[in-house]
């Protein structure tokens, strides 16, 4: 939905189109490959100047040094996390009876709060942290938040009202509570 939400307020993305969109993500993934390299190779991040790049939190520590990144972290609910991850599962036709949610959603509060440990501490890192439930509540509200964000020292003028028409509260689908 972010990626969506920039493309559509002017900011291109960044992406290979190599994952195409299906039942589990119908509007796409918005993914760049080379994004998995990070660890062994970032020489790629120069091109991405100006425009989004879908980085996962774990990747974040791997961004070179030198740049300055605005970040948008997408914060979500652990348990709509696990409730979408396992219908990504029944849809491969592989079962989760789901012993590991408590310990699963433990590991990913310890990783999250690392990774924003970690950026806090990382020159060259201004971060927004943007709770996906509060995009869906308040779609204006946030695109405001997030033009504000992405105008702030870096003059990326972005069109928060063409943000609001990208926000689909009927794709939140998997909810799973916490």
Excluded: C
């Excluded at 996390?81 to 699963?104: F, I, N, W």
């Excluded at 996906?132 to 504000?148: L, R, S």
């Amino acid at each position: 939905m972010m990626m969506r939400m920039l493309e559509a307020a002017g900011i291109s993305p960044m992406t290979d189109n190599i994952r195409r969109a299906d039942e589990d993500n119908p509007r796409g993934y918005y993914e760049f490959e080379r994004v998995k390299e990070l660890p062994s190779d970032s020489s790629w991040v120069p091109e991405a100047r100006g425009k989004a790049v879908k980085v996962i939190s774990a990747l974040l520590r791997h961004l070179p040094a030198g740049e300055s990144y605005k970040v948008l972290f997408m914060r979500r609910r652990i348990g709509d996390v696990l409730a979408s991850q396992k219908q990504m599962l029944v849809r491969r036709g592989k079962a989760d009876d789901g012993s590991d949610d408590e310990r699963m959603a433990a590991l990913f509060a310890k990783h999250v709060s690392e990774v924003e440990a970690a950026i806090a501490q990382t020159p060259g890192f201004e971060v927004l942290y943007v709770a996906y439930e509060d995009v869906i509540a308040d779609p204006a509200g946030k695109a405001a938040e997030i033009a504000a964000f992405l105008d702030s020292g870096s003059g990326i003028a972005a069109d928060a009202d063409a943000m609001v028409g990208i926000v689909e509260p009927a794709l939140h689908r998997q909810q799973g509570g916490s």
